[in-house]
């Protein structure tokens, strides 16, 4: 999912949940986290080219198009999610709350709105495929690029 979608959903959970528990820690971790997950691309992207991206341009050109390279993105995972889910149960922060909420949500859109394969955001079916980015695709999404 494009960033300015993230920034329009994760600003709308924020809203909610704001209205709901009066936290503006809890909204705004909601919102920042909703919004900097997509920053493992760019974690991606050094990994592949050695260097950081010069732009945003460059950096989206390689999140679209770059699709035979691999890639980690260490942060869309369902086990990361759980993670945060477990860790906020045991300290009950708002905060917390808020980036378990912003990451799930974040998760849920790209879910939506990327043609990868449900199972490609477990990290460990990634690490199983060596993180080579063609196998995360759904079926048929290369006859397209034929
Ligand atoms: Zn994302």
Redesign the pocket.
């Known amino acids: 999912?494009r960033p300015a979608k993230?920034v329009i959903i994760s600003s709308g959970v924020a809203l909610i949940i704001y209205g709901w528990l009066h936290s503006w820690l809890c909204a705004f971790s909601c919102l920042i986290t909703g919004v900097l997950?997509?920053i493992d691309h760019a974690f991606d992207y050094f990994f592949t080219h050695k260097r950081i991206p010069l732009n945003f341009k460059e950096l989206d050109n390689f999140c679209q198009y770059d699709i035979y390279g691999k890639i980690s993105l260490i942060f869309?995972s369902y086990e990361l999610v759980i993670a945060l889910w477990i860790v906020y149960s045991f300290f009950n922060i708002e905060a917390l709350l808020g980036i378990a909420v912003g990451a799930t949500v974040?998760l849920l859109c790209?879910l939506i709105a990327n043609p990868f394969k449900f199972r490609s955001y477990l990290l460990l079916y990634r690490h199983y495929h060596k993180y080579e980015r063609k196998k995360f695709y759904v079926d048929g999404f290369f006859e397209d690029k034929k």
């Open positions: 999912m993230h997950i997509d869309h974040h790209d």
